[in-house]
T-cell receptor, first 119, second 111 residues
């Protein structure tokens, strides 16, 4: 069974860089598309971007200038890096995997990790 | 940008009664491949979202058949034929056609 687990620093200072890891178990990172989604407390879901370990990425234009997604295939992990964070970036960050074989629906989700931006 | 609008934003339903949520897109989600790129997710309290319906009308594995999705182009509907207590949560539609966008969410509670 595929399982995703996010991990991050918890607290980040304004203007610094947020780095979150998604560790994958029960499947290989190499043959699927992976997404990051975030959710501020009490609010809706925002798609951050989509990543394929072969090198293809697609980012939400509203965040594109500050976001980078990458992966370490040897560790079966993929990463979200978000620079110049502000309080507006405080949210639960989820990683998710698509169903595969050209199907984009997000079938597997991690439990999420809370990132708080505060001095 | 495609704008996704859900209605209603909240719904209170008696167990055993049906429920319906609407999702409207500012642009057609019908792709040239014939599929409607509109998915439905349910986020139960304290949990990550879970996939219910994909490509407009296909139930995800393990989803009870009381859930159904319909619609095409710009108008879509999620129907629950008989609401159960376990169905409480926030329902989101999402389009993965252009910049992926979720609807605002519809909070479903039990009367």
């Amino acid at each position: 069974q595929v399982q995703l687990q996010e991990s991050g620093p918890g607290l980040v200072k304004p203007s610094e860089t947020l780095f979150i890891t998604c560790t994958i178990s029960g499947g290989s990172i190499g043959t699927y598309y992976w997404s990051w989604i975030r959710q501020p407390a009490g609010k809706g879901l925002e798609w951050i971007g989509r990543f394929y370990a072969g090198g293809s990425t697609s980012y939400n234009p509203s965040l594109k200038s500050r976001v980078t997604m990458s992966a370490d295939k040897s560790k079966n992990q993929f990463f979200l890096k978000m620079s110049s964070v502000t309080a507006a970036d405080t949210a639960v960050y989820y990683c998710a995997r698509e169903a595969g074989a050209g199907q984009q629906q997000l079938l597997y989700w991690g439990q999420g990790t809370l990132a708080t931006v505060s001095s | 940008d495609i704008v996704i609008t859900q209605s209603p934003l909240s719904l209170s339903v008696t167990p055993g009664e049906p429920a319906s949520i609407s999702c409207t897109s500012s642009q057609s989600l019908l792709h040239s491949d014939g599929y409607n790129y509109l998915d439905w997710y349910l986020q139960k309290p304290g949990q990550p979202p879970q996939l219910l319906i994909y490509l407009g009308s296909n139930r995800a594995s393990g989803v009870p058949d009381r859930f159904s999705g319909s619609g095409s182009g710009t108008h879509f509907t999620l129907k629950i034929s008989r609401v159960e207590a376990d169905d409480v949560g926030i329902y989101y539609c999402m389009q993965p056609l252009q910049t992926w966008k979720f609807g605002q969410g519809t909070k479903v509670e039990i009367k």
